[in-house]
């Protein structure tokens, strides 16, 4: 019995030497045939089931079930536990891993009380939770352009929507109102200033004062978009500027505006406006 597979990174690989975990990361990995125990990680992990129809067994505490995992169905298995599974043949999964800060965060922001552990589960379908995973694993196969603030947004998601599943009831801030302006002005001028950086949605909510739970829906409130868009759009329109000024290469100007890569600008550019980095730089000559 191997009790890890081997395609599965060790804990003490998953640290950053740059920075804190990120709230949220995806792993595509192979499952192995055979009985194994799922690698115990200090984050929440949610494994996906991808492809075909897989015929299972599996054990959590003494308990042993019988089943079959369909594509979209996933398990939770909270940090520092394990599920003893069987297969019979290979599989594969997306494996969603979320930090335990972020759903502590939730539980206190969003007043859910007495459901602080969040629970294990088997077998689950929900489509908020596939688009989230499916999102992300585009995220990763595209080299995560959309940046941590876009990923941070998606496992805010992800933590908001598992506490909906555990407590079975709508969820909403404790605390009702709105982003006040000199806190929204703040959070605006702090965006405005670290554009060419990789923005998380935790700084910018502790820019603003606010838990990541609250600051959220109050920005989103606050600007008509969510943080992501909104940053998003700034990018946009800074890069038309400094296009239209003509002083900056097309992959300086990339980098200034915090684009992953210049083709990332360009498809952001005719999303947004209908025109090329090119067309731009022509139209002021």
């Known amino acids: 019995m191997s009790d890890r597979p081997v395609c599965y990174p060790a804990p003490s690989t998953a640290s950053s030497a740059s920075g804190p975990l990120p709230q949220l990361d995806v792993l595509t990995s192979p499952v192995p045939v055979g009985r194994f125990d799922s ?17 299972v067994s599996y054990r959590a505490g003494r308990y042993e079930r019988q089943g079959v995992r369909l594509h979209g169905q996933f398990c939770v298995v909270p940090g520092g536990s394990s599920t003893r599974w069987t ?17 502590q965060d939730t539980v206190h922001g969003l007043g ?10 088997i077998h689950i379908r929900d489509p908020q939770i596939e688009r989230i995973g499916w999102m992300m694993q585009a995220e990763e196969s595209d080299g995560f352009p959309g940046g941590r603030l876009f990923a941070d947004g998606l496992a805010s998601a992800l933590a908001a929507r598992l506490l909906a599943l555990q407590s079975r009831k ?24 670290h554009l060419d950086r990789d923005l998380r949605l935790e700084e ?49 100007v990339a980098l200034a505006c915090g684009f992953s890569h210049p083709s990332h600008m360009a498809r952001c550019l005719r999303r947004s406006l209908g025109l090329t980095p090119s067309q731009i730089v022509a139209a002021t000559h």
């Open 39 to 55: 690698p115990v990680d200090r984050r929440h992990v949610l494994c996906l089931h991808l492809g075909a129809p897989v015929p």
């Open 170 to 193: 709508p969820l909403a801030p404790s605390a009702a109102g709105a982003l006040p302006a000199w806190r929204l002005r703040r959070v605006i001028e702090y965006i405005e200033a």
């Open 87 to 103: 297969l019979t043949r290979p599989a594969r999964s997306l494996l969603l891993r979320l930090a335990p800060s972020l759903w």
């Open 112 to 121: 859910a009380g007495a459901a602080d552990e969040l629970a294990p589960a």
């Open 204 to 252: 910018l909510a502790e820019i603003a004062g606010f838990s990541v739970s609250h600051f959220k829906p109050l920005f989103k409130q606050a600007t008509g978009l969510p943080a992501h868009r909104f940053v998003l759009e700034r990018r946009v329109e800074r890069a038309r500027t400094l296009l239209q000024q003509g002083r900056h290469g097309i992959s300086e």
